[in-house]
């Protein structure tokens, strides 16, 4: 079963950001998941909410904000607030950071409030820009963002995060042309995995930091989990 740093390692060191990254190369960590949004000015960042409120010392919708205004906000985690590296990055400079370990990436497109302009096309173009399209992997809760993604480029890897339970997920997988289903952990048991496998899909499940619920899961079959404590895992 795969370990990915949800977020880096995000129990430790403020999510999202270099440190983080940084920390779950470190520790051993073989595949990675970040979420993307874009600026004001059309810059792709890492973060997860859309606004920056919860997790840095400023305000406001990241929609809302230019590059140059987002990087001067400081963690709010007053440990980290100075770190250079505690900044919210730009995707490039996360990839700049990822691509020699070769760790698998999962980029979460957050479209699934505010569905930004041209966002498909512009992670895809960087990810190939870096050459690295087979060590990425492309989610949303925005199932629309992952059909553009397939319209863009049909060989690139799709994850379709679920938070509930939906009919024919299972088909409607298959006929995206996924290569995993990444349901939250709630929704995880044998018959679902089993299922999936025999239609060529993954199973990757959101957020397990406790080690019996990740081992019950290896046991079931589960590919991978989504963990913010890597360390405890690896």
Do not use: W
């Not at 979460?108 to 569905?115: A, C, G, N, Y």
């Not at 509930?164 to 679902?192: M, Q, T």
């Amino acid at each position: 079963m795969i370990y990915f740093a949800h977020r880096g390692a995000s129990k430790n060191y403020p999510e999202n950001t270099l440190l983080a990254f940084h920390k779950a190369i470190i520790a051993g960590a073989k595949a990675i998941e970040l979420d993307v949004h874009k600026t004001k000015d059309n810059k792709l960042v890492v973060i997860h909410d859309e606004d920056v409120a919860r997790t840095f010392q400023g305000k406001g919708l990241i929609k809302d904000l230019t590059l140059e205004e987002i990087s001067s906000f400081k963690s709010k985690n007053i440990d980290y607030e100075n770190s250079k590296l505690c900044k919210i990055p730009t995707l490039y400079k996360v990839l700049e950071l990822l691509k020699p370990s070769k760790v698998l990436i999962n980029i979460e497109l957050k479209t699934d409030v505010i569905h930004y302009k041209n966002i498909e096309k512009d992670v895809i173009d960087l990810i190939k820009n870096y050459g690295i399209e087979n060590h990425v992997l492309l989610s949303s809760f925005n199932h629309t963002s992952l059909e553009i993604c397939k319209s863009i480029d049909k060989n690139i890897k799709l994850g379709v995060l679920i938070d509930r339970k939906i009919d024919n997920i299972i088909a409607y997988a298959k006929n995206l042309g996924a290569y995993s289903l990444n349901p939250n952990v709630y929704l995880v048991n044998e018959p679902l995995i089993k299922l999936a496998h025999n239609n060529n899909l993954k199973v990757f499940t959101y957020t397990v930091n406790k080690p019996f619920i990740a081992n019950h899961l290896d046991k079931i079959g589960c590919d991978g989990i989504f963990t913010d404590n890597i360390e405890k895992f690896i």
